[in-house]
């Protein structure tokens, strides 16, 4: 399968992306490829995809909302998620379910309304908590066991993107959205 085939999703699981609220995410190894560049005077430097990103845009667009959750923390990553108007960001987040709890009270979502998109073990415990858990493609086993949707991307490469195309046509927004883009209405910048 290629990336930009979309896989159709069991009816259960079609249900339960209906009723998605949210798009949690963890950053690195799934908005980024998991590389950390380090110069000399030690800044760092990581790469994101610019179509996660337009995806993201498209999201918020649709009316969904979006948060980061990350053990890290970052000026780059807050400048990103600054560009992408991320709704709720929790940086160096040692205990991601008491950050999930902050995260979905900010947003006025319910777990069970969240997606949860992660790569390693950091994320297992928020998987098992929220609606749908979500794998990028090169996660190892036991993050993949307990993942409901396994994205043919990899982390950094469009992972997210194809799960936003997943969850917008599961409800029902996907053409449409498209169209708007086809008609040239509205230029939404990623
Ligand atoms: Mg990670």
Known sequence: MTPQETKTPSESLALALGGIRAILMDADGTLTDGGIY?????????RYDVRDGFALSMWHRAGGKSAVIT???????????????IG???QG????VAALDRVTARLGV?????????DDLPDLAVMRMVGVAVAVADSPRE?????AI?????????????????????????????????????????
């Open 38 to 46: 380090l110069d000399d005077a030690g800044a760092e430097f990581k």
């Open 93 to 96: 987040a040692a205990d991601k």
């Open 150 to 190: 396994t994205t043919s991307a990899r982390g950094g490469h469009g992972a997210v993107r194809e799960l936003i195309e997943l969850i917008l046509r599961a409800q029902g927004k996907w053409d449409g959205l498209v169209a708007k883009y086809a008609s040239n209405t509205p230029t939404i910048i990623s």
């Open 110 to 118: 319910t777990r069970k309304e969240c997606v949860f998109v992660g």
């Open 143 to 147: 993050i993949l066991a307990v993942a």
């Open 71 to 85: 053990g890290r923390k970052g000026l780059a990553l807050t400048h990103r998620m600054g560009e992408l108007h």
């Open 88 to 90: 709720a960001v929790e």
